[in-house]
T-cell receptor
Framework: KAGVTQTPRYLIKTRGQQVTLSCSPI?????VSWYQQTPGQGLQFLFE???????NKGNFPGRFSGRQFSNSRSEMNVSTLELGDSALYLC????????????FGQGTRLTVV | GENVEQHPSTLSVQEGDSAVIKCTYS??????FPWYKQELGKRPQLIID?????GEKKDQRIAVTLNKTAKHFSLHITETQPEDSAVYFC?????????????FGQGTILTVHP
């Protein structure tokens, strides 16, 4: 069974641009969560999607958004990029919503210059 | 919201020794507590988890204990090996309608010296 797949693996963008990251969960998994990892802030929850609906949202500005498709694949979008958005963005896949094991993808390393 | 504190931030042990990492959480409704291991440049990997209806869980050399009353849980690694060197994160889910949200501790850098 394939694991969680995130694309692209690396991105370099300039301030003010927008970016879209993609996550394909483990086959059969219906919940997808997104996390931002930085050396200073650690792992921080962005949002969670289940059945194409956002179930939870973390404390990030509205520039961060996401969606989930009917095949459970998810995308997250960051608009008007800032230098501080440079981070590793991790997607986690879970079988169901609520209280189940979450498996992470390799992440997308975003660098904003 | 949930707050998770993790200690120590760094831990250095000799091969064969035991290592213990401790976490506290704030949300009394939390009921799921996973531990992740992240090697340099790699994804966090789930190594063990515990739910609030049990007090201890073991898997070979690793074990996790949970004290719901005190709101703390710990990771125990016995007979440490150099390949155990990594960053370890504890996490707790949130209660209410936010069960799918994990709040992570700041991480512990474990170094096992041969």
């Amino acid at each position: 069974k394939a694991g969680v797949t995130q694309t692209p693996r690396y991105l370099i963008k300039t301030r003010g641009q927008q970016v879209t990251l993609s996550c394909s969960p483990i086959s059969g998994h219906r919940s997808v969560s997104w996390y931002q990892q930085t050396p200073g802030q650690g792992l921080q929850f962005l949002f969670e999607y289940f059945s194409e609906t956002q179930r939870n949202k973390g404390n990030f500005p509205g520039r961060f958004s996401g969606r989930q498709f009917s095949n459970s694949r998810s995308e997250m979008n960051v608009s008007t990029l800032e230098l501080g958005d440079s981070a590793l963005y991790l997607c986690a896949s879970s079988l169901q919503y609520m209280n189940t094991e979450a498996f992470f993808g390799q992440g997308t390393r975003l660098t904003v210059v | 919201g949930e707050n998770v504190e993790q200690h120590p931030s760094t831990l250095s042990v000799q091969e064969g020794d035991s290592a213990v990492i401790k976490c506290t959480y704030s949300d009394s409704a939390s009921n799921y507590f996973p531990w992740y291991k992240q090697e340099l440049g790699k994804r966090p990997q789930l190594i063990i988890d515990i739910r609030s209806n049990v007090g201890e869980k073991k898997d070979q050399r690793i074990a996790v204990t949970l004290n719901k009353t005190a709101k703390h849980f710990s990771l125990h690694i016995t007979e440490t090996q150099p390949e155990d060197s990594a960053v370890y994160f504890c996490a707790a889910n949130s209660g209410g309608t936010s069960y799918g949200k994990l709040t992570f501790g700041q991480g512990t850098i474990l170094t096992v010296h041969p």
